[in-house]
């Protein structure tokens, strides 16, 4: 009992704090993209009249129990290479055991040029993005990702059991979801292509006369809020139930087909849905 005891007392571990801090400028090209590869942090991506990129990095684990092995020193590599910046976080080895209170802060801050790109891939993360004019690619599972008066033509979402919201947008948008929401609203989008799996997924957007937009969706719902613009909606659906209010003109109803036009304008819009609910706005 009393070697179980002090055996007991060897390992405990009385609360440690260990705390990693980064605060630097780094150089871009004005067209670069900022790289960004972590998980399980609270990121916040601000766009503004700069030249440089400035990577602001706090990482914090309080551990207060009994700890066995160690997970490593906690470290962010940040590279410069053909005018891009690359932030990722450097592998540690995962041989720690802990029994007891574990508290954990992390957060990122990283201040870029308006005209620079993002490319960011997560896990179980929070994202606030602002202002930024170049293209924006997110790939993160288990993420809550907001983006704001972003001014770029391209944004690439592929996420897995998240949620999405954009203020607004324009050019292409591409977004596959597993499990998750995605809502956009005041959109002037040319080019949309979405894929939802168990989503719920909402677009207000402009049509654009030339613009092509394709959904699909399986059990999951699709809300499309068209604020401008018009077309032709052709819509493929098993076992879904469809809501068109405003001034639609159903040209086909079919069994698993139904096809409205929209005055206004000539735009493409394409749905696919199987076992969903699918609203149709006009000017709402």
């Known amino acids: 009992m009393i070697t179980a005891l002090l055996l007991f007392g060897a390992l405990s571990v009385e609360a440690q704090d260990n705390e990693y801090n980064l605060d630097q400028d780094y150089g871009i090209a004005a067209d670069g993209t900022v790289f960004l590869d972590s998980d399980d942090a609270e990121v916040n991506i601000i766009a503004s009249d700069r030249f440089d990129v400035n990577v602001n990095v706090y990482h914090r684990v309080d551990v207060d129990g009994i700890e066995w092995g160690s997970d490593g020193e906690f470290k962010m590599i940040v590279k410069q290479r053909d005018g891009d910046l690359y932030v990722e976080e450097a592998e540690r080895n995962n041989n720690s055991f802990r029994i007891g209170s574990i508290d954990r802060e992390y957060r990122i801050t990283i201040r870029i040029p308006r005209g620079v790109s993002l490319d960011v891939k997560g896990d179980d993360g929070t994202y606030e993005i602002s202002d930024v004019g170049g293209a924006i690619s997110m790939v993160a599972d ?18 897995d059991d998240g949620a999405i919201r954009m203020d607004k947008g324009q050019g292409k948008l591409s977004v596959t979801l597993d499990d998750g929401e995605f809502r956009v ?18 677009f207000a957007t402009r049509l654009l006369e030339t613009g092509k937009y394709y959904f699909d969706i399986d059990d999951g719902d699709l809300e499309l809020n068209i604020l401008d613009g018009g077309g032709r909606i052709d819509i493929a659906h098993d076992d879904t139930d469809i809501n068109a209010i405003g001034e639609f003109s159903k040209i086909s109803d079919e069994e698993e087909r139904t096809v409205y036009d929209l005055k206004g304008g000539g735009a493409s819009v394409e749905i696919k849905s199987d076992d969903g609910d699918i609203v149709l706005r006009n000017n709402e």
């Not at 972003?150 to 996420?159: L, P, Q, R």
């Not at 609203?185 to 909402?202: C, M, R, V």
């Open 142 to 159: 288990d993420s809550d990702i907001r983006v704001k008066n972003a001014t770029g033509e391209d944004f690439s979402f592929k996420v």
């Open 185 to 202: 609203d005041n959109g002037q989008f040319n080019e949309i292509d979405a894929t939802g799996d168990d989503a719920e997924l909402y």
